[in-house]
């Protein structure tokens, strides 16, 4: 695994995560439903304009046999497969790695901004899940929210999947960082 | 009669930097090469993001190769009603 930010010695990767594939696929639905609006058009004029000649040469004008229906349809999908694979790259380059004494959160703002923010878990102050909802609930995805102390810095992880797995190995991780009071007597 | 045009000069709108336009062919042509060079652009871009941020990942040769294919038959449907 190649990382964005170097390793301290001794120390390990845990896990890396993602959005839910759900959550993507959420993001993605919008694109498919303004692919399909065009081909609904000829319906509603024959819908709203009935039998009315203007209608039924423009209705006759409207097929795929026109090559400038097609055209317009060609780089309608094509601006539309753009913004979707730009949503997919902005989902897949988005990322929270979990390592053995830090939590890195690299976000992708779009093309050219790319941020890479950590916080130690030995200064985190509290870790919080939130599943909320259906689809949450039912498909295991929900919002992580990890307090950082002194800076009074949130990271907030919104549509990861087992938020609660995440937080029980954060909380692993820390506790193995501030060994107990009967650990240190030992 | 004299203040008619000449036939070379109706034949179309000549404009600085601009092609002449004489059919829908070629407004169709001025259409999908602007199209094509924003998403040349775009593709540059995205594969450069995709190659320095996630070319150890398995996922990106077939996302990249997706984007291709995918915009190519698009393009190809786009531009099969002109003959």
Known sequence: MSLEFRLDAGEHVKRA?????????????????????????????????????TAVRILEMLTFENGWVRLFMGLWWLILWI????????????EWIITSRRIVEITQHGFFSREVS?????HVQDVTTDVHGLFPT????????????????????????????????????ISALHPTRTDMKL | MDDVLPEEKRMGVEMPFM???????DLASIVFTLAFILWALFTIISVYHWMRYGRNSWI????????????????????????
């Open chain 1, 17 to 53: 995560v993602r959005k839910h594939w759900f959550v993507l696929i959420l993001e993605l639905l919008p694109f498919a439903f303004i692919a399909i609006v065009p081909l609904l058009i000829p319906a509603l004029l024959d819908f709203v304009a009935g039998e009315s000649g």
């Open chain 1, 83 to 94: 913004a979707a694979f730009s949503t997919f790259t902005s989902y897949y380059l988005n």
């Open chain 1, 118 to 122: 950590s916080a130690l878990l030995n």
């Open chain 1, 138 to 173: 039912l498909l295991g995805y929900g919002v992580l929210t990890v307090q950082s102390a002194g800076t009074n810095e949130y990271f907030h992880m919104h549509g990861v999947p087992h938020p609660q797995e995440l937080r029980d190995i954060i909380m692993h991780e």
């Open chain 2, 19 to 25: 092609p002449e336009i004489t059919s829908a062919y």
């Open chain 2, 60 to 83: 990106a040769a077939p996302a990249i190769a997706l984007h291709l294919f995918v915009s190519a038959a698009l393009m190809l449907f786009a531009t099969s009603g002109f003959k």
